[in-house]
């Protein structure tokens, strides 16, 4: 694949929207260990980003840093213009965050539980009753909505986590491994609610180890390897030529790489 190179950006982004996301110079130290170091990206409004790298490569971190639950130790994250050092609470209720394995009460059913947190953001009843029945749809959870989360199918799990994230209508979703351990189906109905938000507009970063979903949920790719941004540009530029993404993502991967 001529022509690509480590951090190379291609840009496929839309030209005159806004940016929602910022990552400016982000870097996480621990110690002499670097867990990020100095990267910078941006995604703008309606985007549909996946956000790629092998395990260990910093993609928690950087969303963590990025949503306000971690603070760099450098750079700057900014969510719809909001800088989430200093005004995270603006910042947070332009996000809807699903970090991976996300913490559900497994005694409350998926509607006691959009209620608790419909009621922890302060909406009143009508708003409330509006948006816990615009989720459930939005998700397909109505032949779950009453039954213990404990009961509920990974895949069930996950999309109420996602109706959590959406509840107070965000324009910005971070989703960390949102297909992790799912089965084919179950993946599915993700794809399906990813395609929902691109048709709201929906500004979307996600993280993915299933390099076969990113052409079917995604238009751009952001990579990262070992703390560092490796690439940043459309899923057709990384498959240029003869190369796939398993391929591309193995090269740009590789230790040593340039």
């Keep these: 694949m001529s022509g690509l190179n480590s951090g190379e950006s291609n840009d496929v982004k839309p030209t005159g929207k806004r940016a929602m996301i910022e990552a400016i110079g982000l870097s996480k130290f621990y110690g ?8 910078t990206f941006d995604v ?11 395990n260990g490569a910093g993609k928690s971190t950087t969303m963590k840093m990025l949503t ?3 603070s760099p130790s450098a750079g700057t994250a900014r969510i719809a213009g909001h800088d989430m050092a200093d005004d995270r609470l603006q910042g947070s209720a332009c996000l809807g965050y699903l970090p991976e394995n996300g913490p559900l009460y497994p005694d409350m059913t998926p509607y006691s539980l959009l209620e608790f947190f419909a009621e922890a953001r302060g909406m009143h009843r009508t708003q409330k009753i509006e948006r816990i029945d615009a989720v459930i749809d939005l998700c397909a959870l109505s032949s779950v909505i009453h039954k213990p989360i404990s009961k509920l199918s990974k895949g069930y799990r996950q999309r109420v986590g996602m109706a959590q994230a959406l509840l107070h209508e965000p324009d910005v979703l971070i989703l960390d491994e949102p297909t992790a351990g ?9 794809r399906r609610t990813m395609e929902r938000l691109r048709e709201l507009k929906k500004t979307v970063l996600l993280s993915t180890h299933i390099l076969q979903e990113v052409e079917a949920m995604a238009s751009r790719v952001i990579l990262i ?3 560092c941004l490796k690439y940043d540009g459309s899923v057709a530029k990384l498959q240029e030529g003869r190369e796939g993404l398993e391929d591309a993502f193995a090269r ?4 040593g790489v340039d």
Excluded: K
């Design 225 to 227: 390897d070992e703390g």
């Design 182 to 190: 799912l089965d084919p189906n179950q993946i599915r109905e993700v």
């Design 44 to 54: 703008h409004e309606g985007e549909v980003v996946a956000f790629l790298g092998p």
């Design 32 to 39: 002499p260990f670097a867990a990020t170091r100095d990267v």
């Design 68 to 70: 306000g639950y971690l």
């Design 252 to 255: 740009l991967t590789a230790s």
